[in-house]
């Protein structure tokens, strides 16, 4: 089993701030790694595919790089809104696999 | 538009087998790539992936829960069915249903949500 472990587990940033979460895989998955956002009572929300292919209707302040075994998610200049939950999901085998998730407070 | 929703009970006893349906409009499990999966979230934790079936029924489980899933179909209705057998507080969680595409590809519609307790 594939093991995704991000970091920070939290982090509490003020608005414009950029915020970076690294999703780190056990082995390589090549590019086989999503991002979802989670807010408070919904349900997570697809926000890059394929390490960095961006979601139509996803704002362009969200951007994600990587391949192998380390990816990034980048905000750029983070809104109130952005307040959430982030999880990475890799789908390069059974079974698939999320992150424990990296909680994003505005300060 | 794709949409999903998962139905079935909010409290099932321990021991008892839960079943789960997700019903799904705007494609259709026929077609090929396309997939619905099941993932849970504890109250509080993270997800964790449970069970795939593909429009060619291919199957897949999570490994520490094989025994006790079973991922099954109804093209005609659009439904896919989890059933969880020997259900236990610790399975207490909000169950999804997901849309996805293609062998490896993200989970891009999600269903609500439905939460199940496990008490007596």
């Known amino acids: 089993e594939i093991v995704l472990t991000q970091s920070p587990d939290f982090q509490s940033v003020t608005p414009k701030e950029k915020v970076t979460i690294t999703c780190r895989a056990s082995?390589?998955?090549?590019?086989?790694l999503h991002w979802y956002q989670q807010k408070p009572d919904q349900s997570p929300k697809l926000l890059i595919k394929?390490?960095?292919q961006s979601i139509s209707g996803v704002p362009s302040r969200f951007s994600g790089s990587g391949s192998g075994t380390d990816f990034t998610l980048t905000i750029n200049s983070l809104e109130a809104e952005d307040a959430a939950t982030y999880y990475c999901?890799?789908?390069?085998?059974?079974?698939?696999?999320f992150g424990q998730g990296t909680k994003v407070e505005i300060k | 538009q794709i949409t999903l929703k998962e139905s079935g009970p909010t409290l099932v006893k321990p021991t008892q087998t839960l079943t789960l349906t997700c019903t799904f409009s705007?494609?259709?499990?026929?077609?090929?790539?396309?997939?619905v999966g099941w993932i849970r979230q504890p109250p509080g934790k993270a997800l964790e992936w449970l069970a795939l079936?593909?429009?060619?029924?291919?199957?897949r489980y999570s490994p520490s829960l094989k025994s006790r899933l079973t991922i099954t179909k109804d093209t005609s209705k659009n439904q896919v069915v989890l059933t969880m057998t020997n259900m236990d507080p610790v399975d207490t969680a909000t169950y999804y249903c997901?849309?996805?595409?293609?062998?490896?590809?993200?989970?891009?519609?999600w269903g609500q949500g439905t939460m199940v307790t496990v008490s007596s």
């Open positions: 082995q390589s998955i090549g590019s086989s």
């Open positions: 079936i593909y429009w060619n029924d291919d199957k």
């Open positions: 394929y390490a960095s």
């Open positions: 705007g494609f259709s499990l026929s077609t090929s790539g396309v997939g």
């Open positions: 997901a849309h996805t595409r293609g062998g490896s590809s993200a989970f891009d519609i």
């Open positions: 999901h890799q789908s390069s085998s059974f079974p698939w696999t």
